[in-house]
């Protein structure tokens, strides 16, 4: 195996674009290097993205904000622009893990882990979060929803990157939140998760919404009847109920150890209302 | 041997070592530079017993490769005391008998050493959240965390 810390972009798709055999990109290495020592990947080249400058910041532009791809989940949380702008996408990242992996996972790695239940997806996919993807033809910009395509799978290409995830700069009167139910208070891989983003209008009501399930699908769910159902209200008991039913409703989990599927279908819809409470009172609604 | 090189700080001393590009900064802690403080429990980021600063930031080093170790600066349970002089922290987890086996503590000592520079004068709930990275089988904790809130006291003075 062969260990590279390219000093550019441009040099990381360079050697992912040419390998030969399986290469791998490092950014925190908290999903990576379990896979390797367990003997469930034997990569041929590790491209370390670290020492790549841009991909190592978080930058505030006028339209958002651009969370580099190297950036671990602590950085994140450190950042008070970033917690105050979007709340709930922060405390996604910042679930992920221990304290000390918090210091090295990025937010970009839990979407191309491709896991299910991946605690920052949801919240990301809410947030209506792009991927900034470089490559050998190229960058893209896809929706962060479009990344993972199966658990383990992702629509990247041979040679491309995720480069940033960019979080849009939105109205005042947003908020957005993210719940998961663990069987623990703390260092769990949630068993059902929920994402809710959303803007008030000037008569206090719901004028837009976005609502995210992790671990009921093969992939997060952005489910439009969800946020339709409390789209024009403020969050009275028919619409709370109307979401909870339609999160019911989009899920369609497995049974395994950690949940069953009537379990994980009926938490998908208390969990959703709770998180979707939560933002609204962060948008400043009462 | 071949490998890599790697230059590092290592409890404020310049160390070099060469390493396989597939070992841990934790195998070479042990194994290369005779570092035995930080253990191996899970190998997987779950226990915290491997724990170790990089650059201020507290990490597992089972889930980092030893050539990140190229410049930066790490710190290492074997760098807490000053001389014979323990830090408090470790003073501390003797005193209210906070290890049994001993295997989790100098994992403890560092993730706490790390919670107690960001905060200096945390919460029982606090404590207990910061070190939940870590995990104990012996003591069931209560002991772990009444020494990091002493330690915490007589570090602020109090």
């Not at chain 1, 995210?212 to 093969?218: I, K, P, R, W």
């Not at chain 2, 404020?12 to 930080?38: I, K």
């Not at chain 2, 086996?101 to 706490?112: D, E, K, Q, V």
């Not at chain 2, 945390?122 to 990091?148: H, M, Q, S, W």
């Amino acid at each position: 195996m062969e260990y590279v810390l390219p000093a550019s972009l441009n040099d990381a798709i360079g050697l992912l674009a040419g390998a030969k055999g399986n290469a791998f990109v490092l950014a925190g290495g908290s999903d990576l290097l379990v896979r390797m020592k367990g003997d469930f990947i034997e990569p041929d080249l590790i491209v370390d993205i670290k020492g790549i400058g841009e991909l190592a910041q978080i930058v505030q532009t006028a339209d958002g904000f651009t969370v580099g791809s190297a950036v671990p989940c602590a950085v994140m949380g450190e950042n008070t622009a970033l917690r105050k702008a979007w709340p709930g996408v922060v405390e996604a990242a910042n679930l992920i893990g221990s304290k000390q992996v918090q210091g090295r996972c990025t937010i970009a790695g839990n979407l191309c882990n491709a896991s299910p239940a991946a605690d920052s997806v949801p919240a990301l996919v809410a947030a209506g979060a792009r991927a900034v993807i470089a490559g050998p033809s190229g960058k893209r910009t896809i929706a962060v929803e479009d990344v993972p395509t199966g658990p383990g799978k992702t629509s990247l290409a041979k040679g491309e990157i995720v480069e940033a995830i960019v979080l849009d700069k939105r109205p005042s009167n947003s908020g957005d939140a993210y719940l998961r139910f663990i069987p623990r208070t703390e260092m769990d891989i949630a068993v059902v998760s929920a994402g809710v983003n959303l803007t008030l209008g000037a008569d206090g009501a719901v004028a837009s919404a976005r609502v995210a399930l992790g671990a009921v699908a093969a992939t997060v769910l952005l489910v439009s009847e969800a946020a339709d159902a409390i789209v024009g209200t403020r969050l009275d008991d028919t619409a709370m109920e109307k979401l909870a039913q339609a999160c019911s409703a989009a899920a369609s989990p497995i049974d395994d150890k950690r949940g069953t599927v009537h379990f994980r279908k009926k938490v998908a819809g208390v969990l959703a209302t709770r998180a979707a409470r939560i933002a609204y009172e962060r948008a400043g609604g009462k | 041997m071949s490998g890599i090189a790697v230059s590092t700080t290592i409890n404020g001393d310049d160390v070099e070592f060469l390493c396989q590009a597939e070992e841990t900064l934790l195998e070479v802690l042990r194994d290369r530079l005779g570092l035995t403080g930080a253990k191996e429990g899970c190998g997987t980021g779950d226990c915290g017993a491997c724990s170790v600063l990089v650059d201020d930031r507290l990490v597992c080093s089972c889930l980092v490769l030893g050539a990140e170790a190229e410049g930066r600066n790490i710190e290492t349970i074997e760098g807490m005391a000053d001389g014979d002089k323990l830090h408090p922290l470790q003073r501390k987890f003797i005193e209210h008998a906070a290890l049994q086996c001993g295997i989790c503590t100098p994992g403890f000592l560092i993730a706490a050493k790390d919670l107690l520079a960001k905060n200096a004068d945390p919460t029982e709930e606090e404590v207990r959240f910061g070190l939940a990275g870590n995990l104990c089988r012996c003591t069931g904790y209560d002991k772990i965390v009444r020494a990091v809130l002493d330690a915490a006291s007589e570090m602020r003075g109090a």
